[in-house]
């Protein structure tokens, strides 16, 4: 079945980076677009960004410039590098994908930016 498991997060200083990494497993994975979305306490899932089967990437506003998305296929693993990092982007964070139209959700990886 399909699986999705996060790693990476933890609490970092403001300005700090962090990567994080989720591994794929039960599907095709170079198929697929990889998106990784977050939530922070008492707000919606947002998406942060998104990688396309092709290597295309998507950045919400609030992000771009600052984290960058990626792909290696041969590890069936996406990951998010995540520079300057700022207190309103702790959350946690979820990998996705959608197979046959059904959505799949990593446990997520909780980041807290604080000083």
């Known amino acids: 079945q399909v699986q999705l498991v996060e790693s990476g997060g933890g609490l970092v200083q403001p300005g700090g980076s962090l990567r994080l990494s989720c591994v794929a497993s039960g599907f095709t994975f170079s198929s697929y677009a990889m998106p990784w979305y977050r939530q922070a306490p008492g707000k919606q899932r947002e998406l942060v960004a998104v990688?396309?089967?092709?290597?295309?990437?998507h950045y919400a506003d609030s992000v771009k410039g600052r984290f960058a998305i990626s792909r290696d296929n041969a590890k069936n693993t996406v990951s998010l590098q995540m520079n300057r990092l700022k207190p309103e982007d702790t959350a946690v964070y979820y990998c996705?994908?959608?197979?046959?139209?059904?959505?799949?959700w990593g446990q997520g990886t909780q980041v807290t930016v604080s000083s």
């Open positions: 996705n994908v959608q197979v046959s139209s059904r959505n799949y």
């Open positions: 990688i396309s089967s092709g290597g295309s990437t």
